[in-house]
Structure formats: C-alpha cells, structure tokens
C-alpha cells in the first residue's frame, strides 16, 4: 500500500534548524499537492506549508519567511527546511500527500505516522 515515512525530527535550541523528510512510496501513479501539518498537545492541527504538483508554495503566517517546502518528484519526497526555530513550534509534524494510485480513479490523502519536534529555550 501507498505509505508515508518521515524523518529528521528532534530536539533543537531556539534559533536552529532542522530538516523534515518525507518519502511516498507504494502503487503510485501521481503526486498532486503535499504538505506538513502539526499539533501540539492541546491545540488543533495547523497547516504549516503546502506545495503543489508544479512547485508553488503556500506557508502559514506563522512559520513564513522561516521554513521553507520543497520536493523532488523523482524521489517522491516532500521536505520541510526549518529556520530560527521557536518554542511555540514545537509540535507532532505529519506530512501528507494527495495520491493518485495506480489503476484508480481519485486521488486519497495519505498521512505520515508524525515526527517530534521539541525546541528549547
């Protein structure tokens, strides 16, 4: 079946970085749009950034002009460059990515199984 691995979570002080991987791999005919998404303990899950089949990106106010998505399509990976990491980022981080399977019809949104990120002060 389609899955999701994700790595390069950790614990990071405030103001380094750190680099999320996310690599699709199963019965795959296309990737369309692939994200990052995050929940921290209480708080609903937010979009971070997404990107689309063509490259435009989209990233939520909080995190622009600090992370950075981008993919390469030859490897099925979707990646999450992040910058002058914050306490308050710290979170679960889940990549998704809308998956055209091979012999179907439509598209279904596959989710990572979610990788730590812990900042400190």
């Known amino acids: 079946q389609v899955q999701l691995v994700e790595s390069g979570g950790g614990l990071v002080q405030a103001g380094g970085s750190l680099r999320l991987s996310c690599a699709v791999s199963g019965p795959i005919s296309s990737i369309n749009a692939m994200g990052w998404y995050r929940q921290a303990p209480g708080n609903q899950r937010e979009l971070v950034a997404t990107i689309t089949s063509g490259g435009s990106t989209n990233y939520a106010a909080s995190v622009k002009g600090r992370f950075t998505i981008s993919r390469d399509n030859a490897k099925n990976t979707v990646y999450l460059q992040m910058n002058s990491l914050k306490p308050e980022d710290t979170a679960v981080y889940y990549c998704?990515?809308?998956?055209?399977?091979?012999?179907?019809?439509?598209?279904?949104?596959?989710w990572g199984q979610g990788t730590q990120v812990t900042v400190s002060s």
């Open positions: 998704n990515a809308e998956v055209l399977g091979l012999l179907q019809q439509l598209p279904f949104k596959y």
